[in-house]
């Protein structure tokens, strides 16, 4: 162990660790729930640090060798380096500023190494800043970084998979259902082009919501007046980080609203939770499409990816529908927790930023992993089971529907209850029921015309 100093006093700190006594006070201070702040966060830290410093040195608030050691290990840390020198626990001060001090401590050590003299964790490497500010435009880094660069790709391809069922199953016709029950005829294709088109729709929200995020309250330092900022550092820094990133980044309009409100990132995790409440219809339909062999529907058949059961031997389950439908209940979960912890802004800060952070970083990581695995280990091998289709299609008393404008609602609905009571099918008993010949008949209850609309006046 080795003697660390902060404005309370000594502290002992293990002889490797590159932190100091205000990151050992909080690994002391939080042993909650044994995980960390995520690597997104950690890396968006040090790129706001890195570029933080460099536009110090140009307005010479800091010395710019001290700057130039800071950046230096900045990139280090972004890069990957060091990725065992943040302990702190997501569950910690609400503002961050554990998070904070533990970046500017392990900086300010890497630097002063580099330099050969002291760069000072606050006065050098927080130059111009604060926990209130800085970590805030940090969780919107990070969650820019993932959405650009993760989830909205993931998204990208399982819509594509999706579309090319879509188009491999045009002409597939199966039952319509509604409320569970038969209902008339559609394609496998249509049911397909609507699932990619919803989930495409939810990711649009996404990329949409982004512009708010990209909006960063970096320069409002601790309640958003800018105290001991230069002018003009901010639009600097975060020019530099837009630069760097490729993000639409740019200065918060007004710093008050973004520190003491988080509404941009309560708003993402809502859209979060849009995707996942879409992936949910899609593999629920899918996993109902694909039960059985024998008892279930039948209509698809899913890729077999691993025994299902230790006790029924060949027994094999839908189990990527199956996670990803585990993914949406965590989703769904993070976002209450991230609307709950958007309330908590008291006068001119939120205190519950790292809560935010974590659950909001961890749906945007679920819903890209999962998005990729839907993807291509369930959509891009579904088969279709044709013959099935088209026969619960065809069986389906809903087909007298196409019926309604040539025999009428009531006349109709006596067609059904007599099929159902009979067991004979609908094409049987219309003949006798309707006045249609047997070619305009089997031109009505051709189930894949049904599914373009149908018999018209």
């Known amino acids: 162990m080795r003697v660390e100093h902060d404005t309370m006093g000594d502290v002992e700190v293990p002889d490797e660790a590159l932190w100091g006594a205000q990151t050992q006070r909080a690994v002391v201070n939080f042993p909650v729930s044994g995980e960390p702040i995520d690597r997104a966060l950690v890396v968006a830290l040090a790129q706001v640090k890195g570029?933080?410093?460099?536009?110090?040195?140009?307005?010479?608030?800091?010395?710019?060798?001290?700057?130039?050691?800071?950046v230096a290990a900045a990139g280090e840390v972004a890069a990957g380096g060091h990725a065992g020198q943040f302990p702190v626990d997501t569950f910690q001060t609400g503002s961050g500023t554990s998070s904070n001090m533990n970046m500017?401590?392990?900086l300010a050590r890497l630097a002063s190494a580099r330099l050969g003299r002291t760069v000072h964790a606050n006065d050098h490497v927080n130059a111009s800043q604060s926990s209130n500010d800085v970590f805030p435009t940090a969780i919107r880094l990070a969650a820019a970084t993932l959405a650009t660069g993760a989830l909205l790709p993931a998204v990208d391809h399982l819509v594509a998979e999706l579309r090319a069922k879509a188009e491999e199953f045009r002409d597939v016709v199966k039952a319509g259902r509604t409320h569970l029950m038969d209902a008339t005829p559609v394609t496998l294709g249509q049911e397909f082009d609507g699932y990619a088109s919803q989930l495409a729709a939810a990711r649009d929200r996404i990329e949409l919501g982004l512009n708010d995020v990209c909006e960063l309250p970096l320069c409002g330092t601790a309640v958003g007046t800018g105290i001991n900022a230069p002018k003009r550092f901010a639009g600097k820094v975060v020019a530099r980080l837009a630069e760097d990133s490729g993000l639409p980044l740019r200065?918060?309009?007004?710093?008050?609203?973004?520190?003491?409100?988080?509404?941009?990132?309560?708003?993402?995790?809502?859209?979060?939770?849009?995707?996942?409440?879409?992936m949910a219809k899609v593999a629920d339909d899918i996993r109902w499409m694909g039960s059985g062999p024998h008892a279930g529907l039948g209509e698809l058949h899913l890729p077999d990816l691993q025994p299902g059961s230790s006790i029924m031997p060949g027994k094999v389950n839908p189990v990527v529908c199956e996670a990803a439908l585990q993914v949406v209940a965590q989703v769904i979960g993070n976002d209450a927790a991230v609307a709950w912890a958007g309330a908590r802004g008291n006068f001119e800060l939120n205190v519950h930023l790292p809560v935010i952070a974590r659950n909001l970083l961890a749906s945007i990581r679920l819903l890209a992993n999962v998005?990729?695995?839907?993807?291509?280990?369930?959509?891009?091998?579904?088969?279709a089971d044709v013959e099935r289709l088209r026969g619960y299609a065809e069986a389906s008393p809903s087909i007298v529907t196409a019926l309604n404008p040539v025999m009428g609602y009531e006349r109709a609905a006596e067609l059904v209850k007599r099929s159902l009571a009979t067991g004979k099918p609908v094409r049987e008993l219309a003949q006798d029921l309707s006045d249609l010949s047997q070619t305009a008949l089997d031109k009505a209850l051709d189930v894949l015309s049904m599914t373009r609309g149908g018999l018209r006046r």
């Open 51 to 70: 570029a933080s410093a460099a536009v110090n040195a140009e307005m010479r608030t800091i010395p710019k060798r001290i700057a130039t050691a800071i």
């Open 104 to 106: 500017n401590e392990v």
């Open 251 to 278: 200065e918060a309009t007004n710093h008050f609203a973004l520190q003491g409100g988080q509404d941009a990132l309560v708003g993402m995790s809502g859209d979060l939770r849009v995707l996942a409440v879409a």
């Open 371 to 383: 998005s990729l695995l839907f993807a291509d280990r369930c959509i891009s091998g579904v088969e």
